[in-house]
T-cell receptor, first 117, second 111 residues
Framework: DVKVTQSSRYLVKRTGEKVFLECVQD?????MFWYRQDPGLGLRLIYF???????EKGDIPEGYSVSREKKERFSLILESASTNQTSMYLC????????????????FGEGSRLTVL | AQSVTQPDIHITVSEGASLELRCNYS??????LFWYVQSPGQGLQLLLK??????LVQGIKGFEAEFKRSQSSFNLRKPSVHWSDAAEYFC?????????FGAGTTVTVRA
């Protein structure tokens, strides 16, 4: 089975702190994604990556950056956390070969719930 | 710009009753269509997907969905709901790497 692992299920940080959210997948997928999930808003794409060291902005990249130094790992970085970044963060991956939905499903991690005080 | 609308925020259904969740989309072309389910404390799991061909799609856990191009809809159905179907359901559409998700519908199942 594909496994997408997010290193922290729950985090509490203070305003202004730098936050790292880590995601690892074990199925050699080319494409990886970071989504933010908020009640009433569904999932919104922050960043995605279709190859090592490649990244593309999603719909809400402001306040976030990402790093993909290895194929299996995709990190989301909050340079200076703010209270409006309190949310559930979901990592996902999917195989390449054109990538995205036309190769099938996204495989999601269990999420990282971040609270910024 | 593409958008996905799930008109029902919350649905309560009795165990054994039928369930239908609505999804409408706005897109420049016919996108690929998906339904995902999120059980409490879990990530999202794919229920079913539509790319082309037969407009009635069968998925896991006894779910099916019907694509209606004329209505830009992709509604999810289940004939008989089980208590374990209590979850949040998301419709998603896309054509490339990026999927657009609806706001979700929470399903409560009463005994």
């Amino acid at each position: 089975d594909v496994k997408v692992t997010q290193s922290s299920r729950y985090l509490v940080k203070r305003t202004g702190e730098k936050v790292f959210l880590e995601c690892v997948q074990d199925m050699d997928h080319e494409n990886m994604f970071w989504y933010r999930q908020d009640p009433g808003l569904g999932l919104r794409l922050i960043y995605f990556s279709y190859d090592v060291k490649m990244k593309e902005k999603g719909d809400i990249p402001e306040g976030y950056s990402v790093s993909r130094e290895k194929k299996e790992r995709f990190s989301l970085i909050l340079e200076s956390a703010s209270t409006n970044q309190t949310s559930m963060y979901l990592c996902a991956s999917t195989p390449g070969g054109g990538g995205g939905p036309n190769t099938g499903e996204l495989f999601f991690g269990e999420g990282s719930r971040l609270t910024v005080l | 710009a593409q958008s996905v609308t799930q008109p029902d925020i919350h649905i309560t259904v009795s165990e054994g009753a039928s369930l239908e969740l609505r999804c409408n989309y706005s897109y420049g072309a016919t996108p690929y269509l998906f339904w995902y389910v999120q059980s409490p404390g879990q990530g999202l799991q794919l229920l079913l997907k539509y790319f082309s061909g037969d407009t009635l799609v069968q998925g896991i856990k006894g779910f099916e969905a019907e694509f209606k191009r004329s209505q830009s809809s992709f509604n999810l159905r289940k004939p008989s709901v089980h208590w374990s179907d209590a979850a949040e359901y998301f419709c998603a559409v896309g054509l490339d790497y990026k999927l657009s998700f609806g706001a979700g519908t929470t399903v409560t199942v009463r005994a």
